[in-house]
């Protein structure tokens, strides 16, 4: 299984950036994809969470300023960031968690400047 992290880089606080993670070479069915972030204040957050049924769930950190969709046929996730501020600084992980185990991107870099 691999997952390709694509979207990362340097904007501004308030601005918007938008992740996608793609999954390839996945056999078994997906439970859930989710996106983490790894900051200077905290080890590992999870930021956002889409179940195979399509619920999702954030963190009040990030709820009303991220939204995480996926596209099925793709195994792809998405996250769209917007209203960002300088503590999202982090790295981003995407996910995938199976029947068989879970597995993890390479992270994605996103810097907000002051």
């Known amino acids: 299984v691999q997952l390709v992290e694509s979207g990362g880089g340097l904007v501004q606080t308030g601005g918007s950036l938008k992740l996608s993670c793609t999954a390839s070479g996945v056999t078994d069915s997906i439970n859930h994809m989710d996106w983490y972030r790894r900051t200077p204040e905290k080890q590992r957050e999870l930021v956002a969470r889409?179940?195979?049924?399509?619920?999702?769930n954030y963190p009040d950190s990030v709820k009303g300023r991220f939204t995480i969709s996926r596209d099925i046929d793709e195994n792809t996730v998405y996250l769209q960031m917007n209203s960002l501020k300088p503590e999202d600084t982090g790295v981003y992980y995407c996910n995938v968690f199976t029947r068989s185990g879970d597995y993890w991107g390479q992270g994605t870099q996103v810097t907000v400047s002051s």
């Open positions: 889409i179940t195979s049924a399509g619920y999702t």
